[in-house]
């Protein structure tokens, strides 16, 4: 992540889950014709609505934003060293 949207990404963080559902979702659509398609198209939006209803239904297991941010760090480690 850019040092530019890191304190953007802090700054959303602290919102409440349905601002940052919300967010995420304007974040997608505003992506131009240059990014990949699937990344646009209304299967992600049934993602994040589906996504959003488990989390007000109680289905979802939360993660805390820096703990997330720690395990997708370990993902990323893990692969650079297998390769």
Same mark, same amino acid.
């Given at each position: 992540?850019?040092? @530019? $949207?890191?304190? =953007?990404?802090?700054?959303?963080?602290?919102?409440?889950?349905?601002?940052?559902?919300?967010?995420?979702?304007?974040? =997608? &659509?505003?992506?131009?014709?240059?990014?990949?398609?699937? $990344?646009?198209? *209304? @299967?992600?939006?049934?993602?994040?609505?589906?996504?959003? $209803? $488990? /989390?007000?239904?109680?289905?979802?297991? /939360?993660? @805390? *934003? &820096?703990?997330? =941010?720690?395990?997708?760090? &370990?993902?990323?480690?893990? &692969?650079?060293?297998?390769?």
């Amino acid at each position: 992540m850019s040092s @530019d $949207a890191l304190p =953007i990404f802090n700054a959303a963080m602290n919102l409440p889950n349905e601002a940052r559902a919300e967010l995420a979702a304007q974040l =997608i &659509a505003s992506l131009d014709e240059s990014f990949p398609p699937a $990344a646009r198209t *209304g @299967d992600w939006d049934d993602v994040l609505r589906e996504r959003s $209803a $488990a /989390m007000h239904r109680g289905d979802a297991q /939360m993660v @805390d *934003g &820096a703990d997330a =941010i720690a395990q997708l760090r &370990a993902v990323v480690d893990r &692969a650079r060293r297998s390769t």
